[in-house]
């Protein structure tokens, strides 16, 4: 099973990024997991895309999404909404239209931010934006205030380390099955 993982704060200690640290941890030991800095990505420009023209980091991008057989994507909110940065990768990553490397892929969102309205705010708005692009979000994801993930010691809170595990669980179940639809339609 491979597993790409993108994360919305490039900030050091991001809480986003230990939170997909912690449900990566919960993947089966045979999972492949490779994650992409969604920043080196240039904003989307739909003429340079015409043009074949968006450059070697975008084509990198795509075929890593087009591998992927599961997609973790972590964001924090900014201003009551999904970074900048995650929503350009689902723009990105959702063209061409026709071929889009996101297209039918599982994906587990996550979002811890102070607020935790805010995190399921941002989960909503991430789970709608795949939607449009063709993804397959998965229906029950993890949104998570700060102080109540990450209340102790432990890389993560209890609760939300097992809600985490069933996030993985469900993708992971989803990537086998397809595999087995692939393997009897053959
Ligand atoms: C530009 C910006 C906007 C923010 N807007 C919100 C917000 O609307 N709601 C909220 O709960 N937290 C907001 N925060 C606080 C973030 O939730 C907090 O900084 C969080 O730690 C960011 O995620 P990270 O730890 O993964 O970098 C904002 C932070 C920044 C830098």
Do not use: C, W
């Amino acid at each position: 099973m491979n597993v790409l993982v993108l994360i919305g704060s490039t900030r050091n200690g991001s809480f986003n990024a230990r939170l997909a640290a912690a449900a990566v941890e919960a993947l089966p030991a045979d999972a492949q997991v490779s994650r992409f800095d969604v920043t080196r990505l240039p904003f989307y420009d739909a003429d340079t895309d015409a043009a074949g023209e968006l450059g070697p980091d975008v084509a990198e991008f795509r075929a890593a999404v087009a591998a992927a057989d599961a997609v973790l994507i972590a964001t924090p909110a900014y201003n009551g909404s999904m970074s900048g940065a995650v929503k350009n990768a689902i723009d990105v990553a959702s063209r061409p239209r026709e071929d889009a490397p996101i297209a039918g892929t599982p994906v587990g969102v996550l979002s811890t931010s102070l607020n935790p309205r805010a995190a399921q705010g941002v989960v909503d708005q991430v789970v709608l934006s795949l939607t449009i692009a063709g993804a397959a979000p998965l229906q029950h994801n993890v949104a998570v205030g700060i102080n109540e993930a990450f209340d102790s010691d432990a890389p993560v809170d209890t609760a939300v380390h097992e809600r985490l595990t069933a996030l993985v669980g469900e993708l992971v179940r989803i990537v086998a099955n397809e595999a087995g639809d692939r393997a009897s339609a053959a």
